[in-house]
């Protein structure tokens, strides 16, 4: 008998108003889904021709690019929650001199100041406190709190998991739930908020662009 | 058992996938969008100007049997529409490319009615029928299973609404969504989740 996937992620009877939305990107295929995603920047988003490559995201030579669901201000598609809602992301960030990775949840379109918590994976700048750290961060309070990575691993591939609890978010890498991979801190956005993963230059320019691969993402409302 | 086709969209993004056809039996400027709300999925609104149909599907690849399929939707009247009582959302299955005035099976909520109603249709012959559920904005998940050519269940809210043995679809099916506003602008459909497999 052929189950279907609705019966297997919401337990029994779960109702129409209490099913909780889903995204699955499996960044596979000729072209990054742009009916789903924006991408924001002079950079590119462009898919990789190797194997496990996924998403290729490349900032400019010195800035940033980022993929969310907002086409512009005014259209801005927030479906997730700031106190309930997960973040899984596998990727790995190319290089580790003047690269900054962040990915999870905004409350702005990438122009304007908002709200967000992130995982923060940064290579070595000039002197920045958060070289060569993976961190949770957030500016709803200000919020940096690292994790016990040790440096040489920061452009590993790695699965993160980021989530936003009702006065509280947890970062998880490689499914650590204490000590060396975990990171916990009191900061949620402020409202609804979209789903984002950016790499960016930091404190120096990088010929070619930092850049970062992307195999998979999840997101959901808890 | 050979892998049977199997369709998921959870209809989170900016806009609709592209396997969507989106078109406009009548009137002009349907679209499916991602809604700025908490578990808000995509609306499909009837269009921009009046008298709008707007219809959303397969663009006629009926790759669902009519003996033996499952729908499953997430899905409402979205409280975005006008409100106005010719007001009207459709979910289902059809075997047409930009109508559901044939062969079909599907669920409907209109604005004008004070249940929630489904429809199956054998050619042109077929009608409305009423469930128990009251019509309302709120999202409801609605099931239809072909469990053979002769016989379809339907259930909302996971209860069972009927068994359905006359005015079947005569050829196999795909699925669609559809908002209708009969110059009452705008019908909009919400939808957070879509399921189609073969059984």
Redesign the interface.
Not at chain 1, 13 to 17: A, E, H, L, Q
Not at chain 1, 19 to 24: D, G, T, W
Not at chain 1, 75 to 81: A, E, L, T, V
Not at chain 2, 34 to 41: A, I, L, Q, S, Y
């Given at each position: 008998?052929?189950k279907?996937?609705?019966d297997q992620i919401t337990a029994s009877?779960?109702?129409?108003?209490d099913?909780?939305?889903?995204?699955?990107e499996t960044f596979s295929g000729d072209a990054l889904?742009t009916?789903?995603?924006?991408s924001h920047g002079s950079g590119s988003a462009t898919m990789a021709d190797s194997v496990d490559g996924g998403l290729l995201l490349t900032s400019p030579t010195n800035g940033a690019q980022s993929i969310d669901?907002?086409?512009s201000d005014s259209?801005?598609?927030?479906?997730?929650?700031q106190t309930g809602a997960v973040m899984i992301v596998t990727s790995k960030m190319v290089q580790a001199q003047y690269t900054n990775q962040s990915n999870g949840f905004r409350t702005n379109y990438y122009t304007e100041a908002g709200k967000y918590v992130i995982m923060a994976i940064q290579g070595q700048t000039n002197g920045n406190s958060g070289d060569n750290k993976i961190q949770l961060k957030s500016n709803n309070p200000s919020t940096s709190v690292d994790t016990s990575i040790a440096s040489s691993a920061i452009h590993d591939l790695h699965n993160y998991k980021l989530e936003l609890l009702s006065s509280s978010s947890t970062l998880s890498v490689d499914g650590a739930l204490s000590s060396t991979g975990f990171a916990t801190g009191s900061c949620n956005p402020d409202t609804?908020c979209q789903p984002y993963l950016n790499i960016a230059t930091a404190e120096g320019t990088i010929s070619g662009g930092a850049k970062a691969n992307y195999t998979y993402c999840e997101?959901y409302?808890t | 058992m050979a892998y049977?086709q199997?369709f998921?969209d959870?209809?989170?993004?900016?806009?609709?996938?592209?396997y969507w056809n989106i078109v406009n039996p009548s009137g002009s400027g349907a679209s499916l969008?991602?809604?700025?709300?908490?578990?808000?999925?995509m609306i499909m609104t009837s269009g921009t100007g009046s008298n709008n149909n707007g219809f959303c599907g397969f663009n006629g690849k009926n790759q669902f049997s009519r003996s033996g399929f499952?729908q499953?939707a997430?899905?409402?009247l979205d409280p975005s529409s006008s409100g106005h009582s010719f007001n009207q959302a459709q979910c289902g299955m059809a075997s047409q490319t930009n109508d559901n005035g044939q062969d079909c099976a599907h669920w409907m909520i209109r604005n004008s009615q004070t249940y929630i109603e489904y429809r199956t249709r054998s050619g042109g012959t077929g009608s409305f029928i009423s469930t128990t559920v009251a019509r309302d904005t709120?999202?409801?998940?609605t099931k239809m299973e072909a469990k053979s050519a002769s016989s379809y269940e339907f259930s909302v809210?996971?209860a069972l609404a009927a068994t359905v043995t006359s005015n079947l679809p005569q050829s196999d099916l795909s699925p669609f969504m559809k908002a209708d506003d009969s110059a009452q602008v705008p019908s909009v459909l919400g939808i957070?989740?879509m399921?189609c497999?073969?059984?």
């Open positions: 008998m052929t279907s996937i609705y009877g779960t109702s129409g108003t099913f909780k939305q889903r995204m699955v889904d009916d789903r995603w924006s669901f907002s086409p259209g801005k598609i927030r479906p997730f929650s609804r997101v409302n | 049977k199997h998921i959870w209809f989170s993004g900016k806009s609709g996938a592209s969008k991602g809604k700025d709300e908490v578990n808000g999925g499952v499953i997430v899905w409402r709120n999202f409801h998940h809210d996971h957070k989740y399921e497999y073969n059984t």
